[in-house]
């Protein structure tokens, strides 16, 4: 069975940085996985994910401050976020593209001065 344990969040103020993990335990891989969050009230949206052959794509809310890496021998995949703004507010989680594994209890993260 799958599970996916993210953490790595916390409270940071504007233009400050974190770093993301997400453990993948079971038949999983890290190819088609991303990076998705949601903040109070709005619907959960894909920010940044991996789309075949190590290459890369992000929503263009975080293109060019937030990066997506794997570390394949310890199935952990990573969100570098940097220059957060207070709109990067939200429960993090990571997931396949499609079909979605059983979802892990994301992690929060709080960009507040």
């Known amino acids: 069975q799958v599970h996916l344990v993210e953490s790595g969040g916390g409270l940071v103020q504007p233009g400050g940085s974190l770093r993301l993990s997400c453990a993948a335990s079971?038949?999983?891989?890290?190819?088609?996985m991303g990076w998705y969050r949601q903040a109070p009230g709005k619907q959960r949206e894909l920010v940044a994910f991996?789309?075949?052959?190590?290459?890369?794509n992000y929503v263009d809310s975080v293109k060019g401050r937030f990066i997506i890496s794997r570390d394949n021998a310890k199935n952990t995949m990573y969100l570098q976020m940097n220059n957060l703004k207070p709109e990067d507010t939200a429960v993090y989680y990571c997931?396949?593209?499609?079909?979605?594994?059983?979802w892990g209890q994301g992690t929060q993260v709080t960009v507040s001065s």
């Open positions: 079971g038949s999983i891989s890290l190819d088609a």
């Open positions: 991996f789309i075949g052959g190590g290459r890369t």
């Open positions: 997931n396949k593209l499609s079909p979605f594994a059983p």
